[in-house]
């Protein structure tokens, strides 16, 4: 586990990048609440969860497309840049995040890439959930769709046939501008399915396990505000239905070898930019520095 001193400075710099999203939204007027550890360290702890290492935050799909525009407009000149998948750029994750580019979290799985590695408060958007089942399982396929091109790995865990559709798919599609393109359809068609339109809320661009959950749409339909480190955070008004169904008995601590930070880094530094370490902690192959 991450000395204690250490995991404390990760998640105090997490807090600064927090104000300034939180800020950036209420003067855009856009919608989010914590999710996750965040949201339950709101509830339990009245901050972080001891052992936790990162905010993620969730925004309603509409809020989310309005964010990435107003961000990159409004927020260029700053060190916070907004990161995700895109046709020029693979980042090897699912959501969109908000980095700090002064500072360095180098994760195992994207240190061949050039990317951003500074620490980051990660975003999950929410999509309408459809009634009909037939639509909610073909929603379910696009989403699968997307996370398999947008993280260029086939499926390991859902059985050996799907392994090998997968891995023939990325064969069959070699190439990353093919692969985002597909990966950007695919989105298209699981999010056409409008909040609004629909009773019930789903994330979609996350991992297998919460992709399944359909959430009552009155449990997000707005914020409620609570103590979190000492400052007034946004969670969402149905706290309470959205963290059993997505995690049961949120309350209850875990066993303590479960109580380990969830991201696997190869390097942290909260005083310096990932950019000293380029060649000596990340892209080292291209470097030839170490191992």
């Keep these: 586990m991450k000395g204690n001193e250490e995991l404390r400075q990760i998640q105090l710099k997490s807090l600064e990048i927090l104000k300034v999203f939180k800020k950036f939204c209420d003067d855009n007027d856009l919608l989010f609440y914590f999710c996750g550890g965040c949201c339950i360290g709101t509830i339990r702890h009245k901050g972080f969860i001891p052992w936790d290492d990162d905010i993620d935050v969730f925004m309603p799909r509409r809020d989310y497309q309005k964010l990435q525009i107003l961000w990159n407009d409004k927020m260029r000149d700053t060190h916070y840049k907004l990161c995700q998948s895109n ?13 700090d580019e002064n500072t360095t979290f180098i994760k195992q799985r994207q240190k061949d890439l050039d990317i951003c590695h500074g620490i980051r408060l ?47 798919a990325l064969w069959f599609f070699p190439t990353w501008k093919l692969r985002y393109k597909i990966a950007k359809f695919a989105e298209n068609q699981m999010s056409k399915y409008k909040i609004e339109d629909c009773d019930k809320i789903t994330e979609l661009c996350t991992r297998y396990e919460y992709m399944i959950n ?29 963290l059993k ?28 930019s990932y950019k000293v370490y380029r060649g000596r902690r990340y892209l080292e192959r291209e470097f030839g520095g170490e191992k």
């Design 87 to 99: 046709k020029n750029e693979f980042v090897r994750s699912l959501i969109t995040y908000i980095c």
């Design 122 to 168: 990660e975003i999950i958007p929410l999509d309408g959930c459809p009634s009909s089942k037939v639509q909610r399982k073909i929603q379910m396929i696009w989403a699968l769709i997307r996370q398999l091109f947008l993280n260029q790995e086939p499926f390991l865990s859902k059985g050996k046939g799907l392994q090998i559709l997968s891995q023939i």
């Design 214 to 242: 359909e959430y009552p749409k009155e449990a997000f339909e707005s914020a409620t505000y609570k103590e979190f480190e000492g400052e007034e955070m946004p969670i969402p008004i149905g706290y309470d239905t959205y």
């Design 245 to 272: 169904m997505a995690f049961g008995n949120y309350m209850e601590l875990p066993p303590e070898e479960k109580q380990i930070p969830k991201h696997d880094a190869v390097r942290i530094d909260v005083n310096q």
